[in-house]
């Protein structure tokens, strides 16, 4: 099994980004899905997640808004539309199962947002 994270980039504060959440070796369709974060010197927070069982999704108070998770018909990707963002969002983000497995962490994207 392997998660692969796209989409990450260097933005001005309050623009755009999606990330993508692509997956080998494993089906979506009977999993929770979730964005994690983790940014220098701070614990890895998870920030959304999706039920692939009835699309119900969660936000973390600090992206409650701004941010959008989603997944395709095929439920094999998952992705993560983030507007407005804000320099504290900056971090290495990843997506995995909820709650997470260890050995499916992937090598994450880098959201970087500069004021």
């Known amino acids: 099994v392997q998660l692969v994270e796209s989409g990450g980039g260097l933005v001005q504060a309050g623009g755009s980004l999606r990330l993508s959440c692509a997956a080998s070796?494993?089906?979506?369709?009977?999993?929770?899905i979730g964005w994690f974060r983790q940014a220098p010197g701070k614990e890895r927070e998870g920030v959304a997640c999706?039920?692939?069982?009835?699309?119900?999704?969660y936000y973390a108070d600090s992206v409650k808004g701004r941010f959008a998770v989603s997944t395709n018909n095929a439920k094999n990707a998952v992705f993560l539309e983030m507007i407005s963002l804000k320099p504290e969002d900056t971090a290495l983000y990843y997506c995995?199962?909820?709650?997470?497995?260890?050995?499916?962490w992937g090598q994450g994207t880098q959201v970087t947002v500069s004021s």
């Open positions: 999706i039920s692939n069982y009835d699309d119900r999704t």
């Open positions: 995995n199962t909820v709650p997470y497995t260890d050995r499916y």
């Open positions: 070796g494993l089906t979506f369709d009977t999993y929770v």
